[in-house]
């Protein structure tokens, strides 16, 4: 009788699963929605059945998708099926929202490194080097429009816009660690509060205002800009490209834990809820708030801020 309705449920999943992927694929403007949804059949089925019932459950998914999507399907199973199950799974062992989250983003980080593979090694399509092809033609573009106007076309705003391009560029290591980021959000905001409602239960986020980033992180940001001023490597080598993802990937754990210290110290005061969020609205669109809360953040982290406030009340 339980197997029969473990058969029954994953059946009914399974279908939701193959609806949602219908509309993803061949409904434009709802397929945009529904492809958010996606990896909710994935947590249901992980979060209330065995490692090895979810691992048949994502090949029975595969298959299904092959099916109604062709293809074109795949990538979207892997990525939301692979990182859902996970989910579910994890949900189910009553592992900690933290731990969820980061298990989720090397999933879902994983699954998109592999079809970015797939497609450069299969398909011969490079979708970063086309966009900086696009970036380029557009850059030279504006270029011969400047020297057609009489212009000086070495000025510092082409300089600037090719500094972003080749800096963009370098990048890309850390532009797929966002895109996970995100990517495992946005499945958290639209995914759990649904598999709540269906009975499965799990631990709670703690307050925003009240997550720490280990200590340690401080240490690797410290080591990587001594290293950088100790190697000083050549720009475009392995080295230089590897210790600017470094940086950046450590330099925005650095505003979190800003930002999330701002929430702290505006609750502790009773100040307003909207003056953290203005705070992080302009530390992501005027550059000299990004700084002062990068600095703040570091404060907070090497001098144990908070506490140093809870003992002063």
């Not at 059946?11 to 949804?37: E, R």
């Not at 579910?88 to 970015?116: D, H, M």
């Not at 850059?139 to 963009?168: C, M, P, T, Y």
């Not at 505003?255 to 705070?279: C, D, E, L, R």
Request: cysteine-free; aromatic content about 12%.
């Amino acid at each position: 009788m339980r197997n029969v309705h473990k058969l029954t449920e994953g059946a009914v999943l399974l279908a939701a699963f193959a609806v949602l992927i219908l509309i993803t694929m061949y409904v434009p403007v709802l397929g945009v929605v529904s492809n958010l949804f996606l990896a909710i059949p994935f947590i249901l089925f992980g979060a209330k059945n065995s490692r090895m019932n979810a691992v048949v459950f994502f090949i029975a998914a595969v298959l299904i998708s092959l099916i109604v999507g062709t293809l074109l399907a795949i990538p979207l199973t892997l990525t939301y099926g692979l990182t859902g199950i996970v989910m579910g799974l994890l949900i189910k062992e009553e592992k900690g929202r933290t731990s969820t989250f980061i298990a989720a983003t090397l999933v879902f980080l994983a699954a998109v490194l592999i079809q970015y593979a797939a497609a450069i090694a299969f398909f011969n399509f490079n979708f970063i080097q086309e966009a900086m092809n696009v970036m380029k033609e557009s850059l030279n573009q504006s270029r011969g429009l400047i020297e057609a106007l009489g212009q000086d076309s070495s000025g510092k705003v082409v300089e600037q816009l090719e500094a972003s391009i080749q800096l963009f560029e370098t990048l890309t290591p850390s532009l797929f660690v966002l895109i996970a980021l995100f990517g495992v959000i946005l499945i958290e905001l639209v995914s759990l509060p649904i598999v709540k409602r269906f009975g499965v239960k799990m631990a709670s986020w703690k307050p925003f205002r009240e997550i720490v980033l280990p200590k340690s992180i401080l240490w690797y940001y410290l080591l990587t800009m001594l290293a950088s001023f100790a190697i000083n490597p050549e720009e475009g080598s392995y080295w230089f490209t590897a210790l600017v993802n470094i940086s950046f990937i450590l330099q925005m754990l650095m505003v979190f834990q800003g930002i999330s210290f701002i929430f702290y110290f505006t609750h502790k005061k009773g100040m307003s809820k909207s003056v953290p969020i203005i705070a992080t609205v302009l530390t992501f669109f005027m550059p000299i708030f990004l700084s002062i809360v990068r600095i703040l953040g570091i404060i907070d982290l090497g001098f144990d801020l908070r506490k140093r406030l809870e003992k002063k009340d």
